[in-house]
């Protein structure tokens, strides 16, 4: 039987419409706020990609195996490179090339190649589809589109704020009641030294990160499993408990990390980001985004009204460049999850009506001439954006109406010969039933 790869999804005319919808809203948000577009290619050099999402991201990039496979003499070696890649690890013998995990990176390797050509603060958007090898559920898939904003080339405060209000515009737009979750990876760093040294940030986020679908136990099971000590593990659960107020919050934080410098500028900066918004935007240190080149402010964007993982996030990376040999360009974006947005969107039927509109009038075949002549009738409704098409061939009524039906086309129109004679449609609201005779000249204004 035929079928698709597991986690990609074929999109019909009206999933499509509203996506686009979905797609319109964030990017006049981006270009009402100064963001310009980007592409870049589907897949990258596998070392572009590699070491860059942690040992966890790693895993789920779709590699690309090199062409020329097929010669004969290279069988034993591509069996012994295949033999590696099982293994986890890399051979360029079988695989030089990915699918890109996310966008973030290929901005990276795109700021780092013409740094020298670029305009900084240099604020981009791009919308492109991403591939993952993760494990399909509801709300992830493999194959899914990502809505990104960065600003490179700047430490300002301002740019995580305008990021903060960014997200509030487009879901607002969308109807959405989100909560916009911020934290700062220096407050986990300070955690981490709590503990005993930054050696212990990359555990720790990762564990933390999981702590919404695993639960505090098995949190606290992870860190053991990665050689914190009970008194290490107990530390980070005092942390994970904190709550209360935004402000009770940063003040319990406060206590806890005591005099640590690290610690301190990142309750600063969060505060500062805070201090722009009174709702929508609030604190959750239980946040980590378990990605290694975040440096500053973490976001993440989850629907209020429905089950749903988060739908938006991002952070600051000071020194992401730096990973392809260009250092001390900082930079800070977000992402939006526009196959999550689409759900949460269709649960709490958000989508606006309009968005269904296809065909606006069918013009029924009637003959050879009288097809003709509706042709030339709706080339010019055509010209003034009125959607119509003409039934491809002489058919029965009812076979033509079903068309109509299926297609959930408002209008029906009848040109025969006595009607070319009169200049006067008959035209049927398939709806109401309510059928008129109009003018040619008037069709425009009744359609439109």
């Known amino acids: 039987m035929v079928s698709i790869p597991q986690g990609t999804r074929d999109f019909s005319a009206d999933v499509v419409r509203k996506r686009n919808f979905i797609f319109s809203t964030i990017r006049q948000v981006f270009e009402i706020y100064g963001y310009e577009p980007l592409e870049t290619p589907a897949m990258e050099n596998l070392d572009t990609l ?32 295949f033999e590696q890649v099982l293994a986890g690890k890399n051979s360029s013998g079988i ?99 709590l503990c005993g040294g930054h050696q212990y940030l990359t555990d720790i986020t990762v564990a933390i990160d999981k702590l919404d679908k695993i639960g505090m136990e098995k949190v606290k099971e992870e860190l053991a499993a990665k050689g914190l000590k009970e008194e290490q593990i107990s530390t980070i659960e005092k942390y994970l408990l904190i709550s209360g107020t935004d402000e009770e919050k940063i003040n319990q934080a406060e206590q806890l990390l005591g005099n640590d410098e690290e610690g301190k500028k990142g309750l600063e900066e969060m505060k500062y980001v805070l201090s722009f918004f009174t709702d929508s935007v609030e604190t959750d240190l239980t946040l ?57 969107m269709e649960e709490l039927k958000l989508m606006p009506d309009h968005l269904a509109k296809g065909t606006r009038a069918l013009f029924f075949n009637m003959g050879e001439a009288e097809a003709a002549a509706a042709f030339r009738i709706m080339q010019d409704l055509r010209e003034k954006n009125i959607s119509a098409e003409l039934y491809h061939e002489k058919a029965k009524f009812d076979k033509q109406f079903k068309y109509a039906e299926r297609k959930n086309i408002a209008f029906a129109v009848f040109i025969g010969a006595d009607e070319i004679a009169t200049q006067t449609a008959v035209v049927k609201n398939l709806e109401s039933g309510l059928q008129e005779k109009v003018p040619f000249g008037d069709l425009e204004t009744y359609l439109g």
Request: aromatic share 12%.
């Open 50 to 81: 590699m070491g860059k999402y942690g040992d966890e991201g790693d895993k789920l990039i779709f590699k690309i195996l090199n062409n020329g496979l097929d010669n004969p003499a290279k069988h034993e070696q591509a069996r012994n490179n």
């Open 95 to 193: 695989t030089e090339r990915a699918l890109r995990y996310d966008l973030t990176i290929p901005f990276a390797r795109y700021v780092a190649m013409n740094h020298g050509k670029l305009s900084f603060p240099f604020k981009r958007y791009q919308v492109q589809p991403v591939w993952r090898a993760d494990r399909p559920q509801r709300g992830r898939y493999r194959e899914f589109y990502q809505c990104d904003a960065d600003v490179v080339g700047s430490t300002s405060l301002m740019n995580e704020v305008e990021l903060a209000a960014m997200y509030r515009m487009v879901f607002l737009r969308l109807g959405i009641n989100v909560s916009i979750r911020i934290n700062n990876r220096k407050i986990l760093a300070a955690l981490a030294n």
């Open 288 to 344: 980590a985004r378990g990605l290694n080149y975040y440096t500053g402010t973490i976001f993440e964007v989850k629907a209020r009204d429905v089950q749903m993982g988060s739908i938006g996030g991002g952070g600051r990376y000071d020194d992401l460049t730096g990973l392809f040999g260009v250092k001390g360009i900082p930079g800070v974006g977000i992402s939006f999850g526009v196959d999550r947005i689409y759900d949460v």
